[in-house]
């Protein structure tokens, strides 16, 4: 059965000042079955999330995708578009914003073109058509981009496009439920409270407020 994310596809193609730190790097190394097992699928920890040098023009991400960071309302996702390549023409159910990192490419957002470069910002509102190509015959495009709330997998990596869309067309990449809640429901249910804890898992170790 196709996600619903595949048939949308238009064309195949982070106690106050001590919390804890998870510091995560950029692993450009092949993942099997497009999965990174050392990603949680679970909630995430109440916690900093910090990546180093994150939207630096010298790095490379090396990968067409990669899930960093998936959390109630957003997930964080770096992607590399190789020379002659390019996102592929879709819509998304969810708002998504996209910085430019690296090279330089042309976006289409709902029949309008913007030629796009490093520094460059994008909002694509959900349930808008958009397409990104690469349009350097010498570097790859890279970006970083935020889902709202999340799209994929929280252990995706996809070393292509074509191994991206085998996997969506499955049903293979599709965001866990508990991303997809209401802000109610997570109050409810202890997931979020305005207090900042605690948590009957304890992992965030801060104290109620007073």
Do not use: C
């Amino acid at each position: 059965m196709l996600s619903l994310r595949s048939i949308a596809r238009v064309a195949p193609k982070v106690q106050p000042l001590h919390l804890p730190v998870t510091s995560r790097l950029l692993s450009t190394s092949p993942f099997r079955q497009g999965k990174d097992p050392k990603m949680s699928s679970q909630p995430p920890k109440h916690e900093l999330v910090y990546f180093k040098g994150l939207t630096s023009e010298v790095r490379a991400f090396g990968q067409f995708r990669k899930v960093l960071h998936t959390g109630l309302y957003s997930q964080l996702v770096s992607m590399e578009i190789p020379v002659g390549g390019d996102i592929g023409d879709e819509v998304h159910t969810v708002d998504q914003v996209l910085i430019f990192t690296s090279g330089e490419g042309k976006a289409t957002i709902a029949g309008k073109d913007q030629i796009v470069k490093a520094s460059d910002v994008v909002v694509v509102p959900a349930g808008t058509q958009h397409q990104f190509i690469n349009t350097s015959k010498t570097q790859p495009l890279e970006l970083v981009t935020v889902y709202s709330p999340a799209e994929h997998d929280p252990k995706t990596v996809h070393e292509t496009k074509e191994e991206g869309d085998e996997e969506e067309d499955a049903g293979k990449d599709e965001a866990p439920e508990w991303s997809q809640q209401s802000k109610d429901s997570n109050e409810k249910n202890g997931l979020v409270k305005e207090s900042g804890g605690p948590y009957q898992n304890g992992d965030d170790g801060r104290h109620e407020k007073k």
